[in-house]
């Protein structure tokens, strides 16, 4: 089982990035994918999910609504968080995590990728 993360780094304040998250050795129609970060000296927190490829719906941290949108492509196995109107405070080390259709518990996660917002 695979997850990789990609897409993170260095952008200014008001500037956007897109992360990337690709998975493998699941069975991804059946699993929701969700984003997490965690900043220097703080507890890890939820950005956003997707479900499954069944329902489709997706859920935001309310610190991020209206700036972030997550989407998934089944066909590449692959989820994206598309990341707008970018803060200092959304600086953090990004992780995506799959689980499975019922379960509330992430099984699998990423290595994680940097995203740093500064001027």
């Known amino acids: 089982v695979q997850l990789q993360a990609s897409g993170g780094g260095l952008v200014q304040p008001g500037g956007s990035l897109r992360l990337s998250c690709v998975t493998s050795?699941?069975?991804?129609?059946?699993?929701?994918i969700g984003w997490f970060r965690q900043a220097p000296g703080k507890e890890r927190e939820g950005v956003s999910c997707?479900?499954?490829?069944?329902?489709?719906?997706?859920y935001y941290a309310d610190s991020v609504k209206g700036r972030f949108t997550i989407s998934r492509d089944n066909a590449k196995n692959a989820v994206y968080l598309q990341m707008n109107s970018l803060k200092a405070e959304d600086t953090a080390v990004y992780y995506c995590?799959?689980?499975?259709?019922?379960?509330?518990?992430?099984?699998?996660w990423g290595q994680g990728t940097q995203v740093t917002v500064s001027s």
């Open positions: 995590a799959a689980r499975v259709i019922g379960r509330s518990r992430y099984d699998y």
């Open positions: 050795g699941f069975d991804f129609d059946y699993y929701a």
């Open positions: 997707i479900s499954s490829r069944m329902d489709n719906n997706s």
